[in-house]
């Protein structure tokens, strides 16, 4: 007796203990079991009539399945959304007929574990993969015009120039954009982004980079206040990734226009670079998540022609952090935001992983 009763109290504690909520009904639907996790999400105490917590239970699909798993004996698996405090949870319940045995009653038990999480992950990964496919369809349209222009043969040496640097920066936007996505299939797969460093003139990639937007700026006139060369132990691509994203942002994120200016110079230690825009700018709340991944500020200053995946900072953020270096970003809102890049200039840096770990990197 005494062994059965410790037994008892035992399967008691790992009830009460479970993170999952459990419910159990037996199957004249009278009695309850609600565990403590049960009972918090419910509100309802242990002990309360069945008739009383179905009356308040909601939603009535954990309920009509409740009885109907009683009444055919069979198991069942479903998803449900709890509202809490004005916050949706989703939340995966598998019900199992109880069986007679012993003396318990028979009856349905009902276990109710929280995937908020990863059905939030879900959200996101097929929104990106809608924002992707839009972002690399845009691009197209005006590659496809302004080559139509140039082999018409009527729009004049300056035009045709001026068409195919268009089509230049389109073709190294979709390139950057192609770029981040490889990259983070790359991180997703548990593989790092390759990095080739060889030394640059920053200066160089800076001006090519710029080259590319200048062209078509429009209402943005992008100024370059970089006097002298700047030695850069880096990947030259991934730079040009890094800036073009940088750029892109600066553009897209100040819509009445405005200058976009590119500083760049060096410590003895590292080599630097900034970005900045006279654009929306970005609230101190936004300001520590616009580096995660998927990450986009909703706002109705933000126009939906501006477009975006919200891969591109965390992307950025990645290829600093292989080559040892940090990113930084000041920014007000109405006013502007800056985005400083720091890269060591020595050859073996100590590099931060994903994971918070230091590994060395020899470049
Ligand atoms: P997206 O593709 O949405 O631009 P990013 O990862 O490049 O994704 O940027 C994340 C978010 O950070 C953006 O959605 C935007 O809200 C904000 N942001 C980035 N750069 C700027 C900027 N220069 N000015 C204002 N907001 C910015």
């Not at 069942?76 to 012993?102: Q, T």
């Not at 045709?160 to 996505?181: H, P, Q, T």
């Not at 700047?230 to 750029?247: E, G, P, T």
Request: proline share 3%.
């Amino acid at each position: 007796m005494y062994k059965e009763m410790q037994s008892f109290l035992w399967t008691e504690t790992i009830l009460q203990s479970m993170e999952d909520a459990v419910v159990a009904v037996d199957d004249e639907i009278k009695g309850v079991f609600l565990n403590r996790a049960a009972q918090q999400l419910f509100g309802a105490k242990n002990g309360i009539t069945a008739e009383v917590f179905f009356e308040t239970l909601t939603p009535s699909q954990l309920k009509d399945s409740l009885i109907k798993v009683i009444r055919s004996n069979k198991r069942k698996k479903i998803e449900i959304e709890i509202k809490r405090s004005g916050i949706l949870f989703y939340y995966a319940v598998i019900l199992v007929p109880i069986k007679e045995n012993g003396g318990g009653r028979p009856g349905c038990v009902a276990v109710l574990r929280d995937i908020t999480e990863k059905k939030k992950l879900e959200e996101m990964q097929s929104e990106f993969l809608n924002m992707v496919s839009h972002e690399l369809r845009t691009p197209l349209t005006p590659i496809q015009v302004y080559s139509e222009l140039i082999s018409g043969g009527k729009c004049g040496i300056e035009k045709a120039r001026e068409y195919s640097l268009i089509i230049n920066r389109e073709i190294k936007r979709l390139g950057a954009l192609i770029g981040d996505v490889l990259d983070l299939s790359r991180l997703e797969a548990g593989k790092e982004i390759p990095l080739s460093r060889e030394h640059n003139d920053l200066i160089s990639i800076i001006c090519e980079v710029k080259n590319t937007f200048s062209a078509s700026a429009g209402r943005h006139k992008i100024i370059c206040d970089c006097p002298v060369p700047v030695k850069v132990f880096a990947d030259r691509d991934k730079i040009s990734q890094v800036l073009i994203n940088l750029i892109s942002n600066a553009v897209k994120y100040s819509p009445e226009g405005g200058s976009i200016t590119i500083k760049a110079g060096e410590s003895a230690e590292e080599s630097f670079f900034s970005v900045s825009d006279e654009g929306i700018g970005i609230s101190s709340e936004n300001l520590k998540k616009i580096f995660d991944k998927f990450y986009r500020v909703q706002d109705s200053k933000i126009k939906s022609s501006a477009g975006g995946a919200g891969i591109g900072l965390s992307i950025t953020k990645r290829i600093i952090d292989l080559h040892g270096g940090r990113i930084t970003v000041k920014s007000e809102e109405e006013k502007g935001s800056e985005f400083c890049v720091f890269l060591p200039k020595k050859e073996n840096t100590k590099e931060v992983t994903e994971n918070g770990k230091e590994k060395n990197f020899t470049g």
